[in-house]
């Protein structure tokens, strides 16, 4: 009896765990990379600080984790394991929604014409600007 009871445990936490990494994955086919913009647009004018995660202020990746958080994609937490999300995509080949790295350290969201969205540094806000430098681009998006 102990072992059915423990058997049909791992079974249900199975079943959960796969049926939340498929939301995130259908979210992830489902959603644009214009709705991703529209989210971020919805907080221009928010200041940065450090270490924030929304949604009155933010720092660079808790502003993108935010942003695609409100559409049920879940992205992890730092600057540093969001360049390892996703699929590469060259700088030619920029989508809006489209994660832009500037730096080891900064990351914002692709918006069109050579600008991101993001969350700059202390004494800013979430503004849009033009990519001054470009160390790679990941598509989280299907």
Known sequence: MKFIKKFLMLFLIFIVSSTSIAIVKANAATVSGQDIV??????????????????????????TKYV?????????????????????VARADLQAGDLVFTNSGHVGIY???????????TGS?????????????RRILN
């Open 38 to 63: 529209n989210e971020a647009k919805k907080h221009l004018g928010k200041p940065y600080v450090y270490g924030a995660t929304g949604p009155s202020s933010f720092d660079c990746s808790g502003f």
């Open 68 to 88: 695609y958080g409100q559409l049920g994609i879940n992205l992890s937490r730092t600057t540093y394991t969001q360049i390892k999300e996703g699929t590469s």
């Open 111 to 121: 918006v069109s014409d050579g600008q991101i969205i993001h969350a700059p540094r």
């Open 125 to 137: 806000v979430v503004k849009i600007s033009p990519i001054w430098t470009f160390i790679g681009a």
